[in-house]
T-cell receptor, first 114, second 113 residues
Framework: NAGVMQNPRHLVRRRGQEARLRCSPM?????VYWYRQLPEEGLKFMVYLQKENIIDESGMPKERFSAEFPKEGPSILRIQQVVRGDSAAYFC????????????FGPGTRLTVT | GQQVMQIPQYQHVQEGEDFTTYCNSS?????IQWYKQRPGGHPVFLIQLVKSGEVKKQKRLTFQFGEAKKNSSLHITATQTTDVGTYFCAGKDRGSTLGRLYFGRGTQLTVWP
């Protein structure tokens, strides 16, 4: 039973370019969460999605960031016009239901903006 | 808004010593979860506590959920080098209908032999 998959694992972008991070949840999971982690810091919640719906995007920066979880295919976190401050590890987690139950994390995408 | 605070931020212990990390929420929680993240790795679920005053054990790890459901602790007895990593608590606000978890900043544990 495959776990949460994220790709790419490492991504290097120059300032001003776009970054697309993909997350495939565990089989049977319909809830996806995105987090950002800076070195030596905790997990900062960004957005919570279900299939075709954004449930909570209160942690998402208002500009340049967007997320989707289409009916078919992986969830995508998109960062437009990246800046150096976007360099971080981005983790995706999935769960089978909301409210209770653990979240299963993917291996993360390490984004470096040069 | 909801805040989850965790102390200490760093803890260095010698192998065999005990370790405790504490988690406090600004609001009442419906549940509390604990995760462990090894250096360079991703968070891995350890346990969930739901009931007021609940205590759960996993081998050398003891987890507690406070009576008021606003605080929690993780205690490791006789640490080993394999315990190295960052331990996060995460809680769901009892007043929220959403599935969002609020993570503490984590306690980074270093164990030296």
């Amino acid at each position: 039973n495959a776990g949460v998959m994220q790709n790419p694992r490492h991504l290097v972008r120059r300032r001003g370019q776009e970054a697309r991070l993909r997350c495939s949840p565990m089989k049977g999971h319909s809830h996806v969460y995105w987090y950002r982690q800076l070195p030596e810091e905790g997990l900062k919640f960004m957005v919570y999605l279900q299939k075709e719906n954004i449930i909570d995007e209160s942690g998402m920066p208002k500009e340049r960031f967007s997320a989707e979880f289409p009916k078919e295919g992986p969830s995508i976190l998109r960062i437009q016009q990246v800046v150096r401050g976007d360099s971080a590890a981005y983790f995706c987690a999935s769960s089978p239901s909301t409210g209770f139950g653990e979240q299963y994390f993917g291996p993360g995408t390490r984004l470096t903006v040069t | 808004g909801q805040q989850v605070m965790q102390i200490p931020q760093y803890q260095h212990v010698q192998e065999g010593e005990d370790f405790t990390t504490y988690c406090n929420s600004s609001t009442t929680l419906s549940n509390i979860q604990w995760y462990k993240q090894r250096p360079g790795g991703h968070p891995v679920f350890l346990i969930q506590l739901v009931k007021s005053g609940e205590v759960k054990k996993q081998k050398r790890l003891t987890f507690q959920f406070g009576e008021a459901k606003k605080n929690s602790s993780l205690h490791i007895t006789a640490t080993q080098t394999t315990d190295v990593g960052t331990y996060f608590c995460a809680g769901k606000d009892r007043g929220s209908t959403l599935g969002r978890l609020y993570f503490g900043r984590g306690t980074q544990l270093t164990v030296w032999p």
